[in-house]
Nanobody, 126 residues
Framework: QVQLVESGGGLVQYGASLRLSCATS????????MGWFRQAPGKEREFVAATRCDDGSVYYSDSVKGRFIISTDNAKKIVYLQMNSLTPEDSAVYYC???????????????????WGQGTQVTVSS
């Protein structure tokens, strides 16, 4: 059974950086697609970034492209989200998610993912 645990959230000021981590256990990490999503109060869950662990391909939403970087440590089975130039609009609960074999869905749709972490709060003050 796959389990995901996020960490690294917090309260930061406008323009600051944060790095989120998502530690995984169970399953075969190299076969996962790992995604980061976020959800602000009263809003729908939003795609942020994703990566295919087997070939390292990465995908970003337009709102974070150029500011956020998704990466993995395949040996440690951890996925990271480096967030730079944060603004109050980035404030949300951030979730990591795993899309596991044998089938894979649309990488940008939260419905494609099989397992979710508990979430970590990111708050950016102006």
């Amino acid at each position: 059974q796959v389990q995901l645990v996020e960490s690294g959230g917090g309260l930061v000021q406008y323009g600051a950086s944060l790095r989120l981590s998502c530690a995984t256990s169970g399953g075969t990490f190299i076969k996962f697609t790992m995604g980061w999503f976020r959800q602000a109060p009263g809003k729908e869950r939003e795609f942020v970034a994703a990566t295919r662990c087997d070939d390292g391909s990465v995908y970003y939403s337009d709102s974070v492209k150029g500011r956020f970087i998704i990466s993995t440590d395949n040996a440690k089975k951890i996925v990271y989200l480096q967030m730079n130039s944060l603004t109050p609009e980035d404030s949300a609960v951030y979730y990591c998610a795993a899309d596991e074999p044998p089938t894979y869905g649309n990488i940008r749709r939260w419905q494609s993912y099989d397992t979710w972490g508990q979430g970590t709060q990111v708050t950016v003050s102006s």
